[in-house]
């Protein structure tokens, strides 16, 4: 079963926009992870925050963690055409091994 | 340095047939993940494989079942196919040293079509 909810499902932009979406998780967790995928492919590895950290950056990408309202957001700024895909966050829930996926945004940036 | 590779790409099978999908992990990795994502839909935990033992299985039947090899690669095999078989399969590679708690790397997929 999926873990939680992601919000929106689809989003469409411009570009140099900036792009955000939540994902909302229901347990207990060690940390949460947010992954690319483009055209139904494998996924590509964006960052991962500690369930210990707030906020962490990595270029162009923004992610903030709320252990008490069980929540995280993904921030892309100033938008391109290649971040056009499907953006997942996976949590690691404690005590487990496996990743535990929400059902993804599906972004679109228009050129 | 290879990452992980999938085979096969694409793969059509018939409702009953037994499928195997294989996976070569990332180089220095150990521990390999499966994954099945249906349209539209997150990827759903099938099972881990590390020391060639099943250490953790999601909310899969005894159909599906895996396989890893002491080179680390890994298999796995779906028996008595159903409709609802269709998906992509997803491997993905980490060091059991570092867990969970480090990025997984991902495989290409396996799409698999029963019809």
């Known amino acids: 079963s999926q873990q939680g909810e992601e919000d929106p499902q689809a989003l469409s932009i411009q570009e140099g926009e900036n792009a955000t979406m939540n994902c909302s998780y229901k347990?207990?967790?060690?940390?949460l992870q947010w992954y690319r995928q483009n055209s139904g492919r494998g996924l590509v590895h964006l960052i991962l925050?500690?369930?210990?950290?707030r906020e962490k950056h990595s270029g162009r990408l923004r992610v903030t963690l709320d252990t008490s309202k069980k929540s995280s957001s993904l921030l892309i700024t100033a938008s391109r055409a290649a971040d056009t895909a499907s953006y997942f966050c996976?949590?690691?829930?404690?005590?487990?091994?496996?990743?535990?996926f929400g059902s993804g945004t599906r972004l679109q940036v228009q050129p | 340095d290879a990452g992980v590779t999938q085979s096969p790409t694409h793969l059509i099978k018939t409702r009953g047939q037994q499928v195997t999908l294989r996976c070569s992990p990332k180089?220095?990795?150990?521990?390999v993940s499966w994954y099945q994502q249906a349209l539209g839909q997150g990827p759903q935990f099938i099972f881990q494989?590390?020391?060639?033992?099943?250490?953790q299985r999601g909310n899969f039947p005894d159909r599906f079942s895996g396989h890893q090899f002491p080179n680390y690669s890994s298999e796995l095999n779906v028996n008595a196919l159903l409709l609802g078989d269709s998906a992509l399969y997803l491997c993905?590679?980490?060091?059991?040293?570092?867990?969970?708690?480090?990025?997984?790397?991902f495989g290409p997929g396996t799409r698999l079509t029963v019809t």
């Open positions: 993905a590679s980490s060091l059991a040293g570092q867990g969970v708690t480090y990025a997984q790397y």
């Open positions: 347990t207990s967790i060690n940390n």
């Open positions: 925050i500690r369930s210990n950290e």
């Open positions: 996976a949590t690691v829930n404690t005590g487990r091994r496996a990743l535990t």
């Open positions: 180089s220095g990795h150990d521990t």
């Open positions: 494989y590390y020391e060639e033992e099943e250490r």
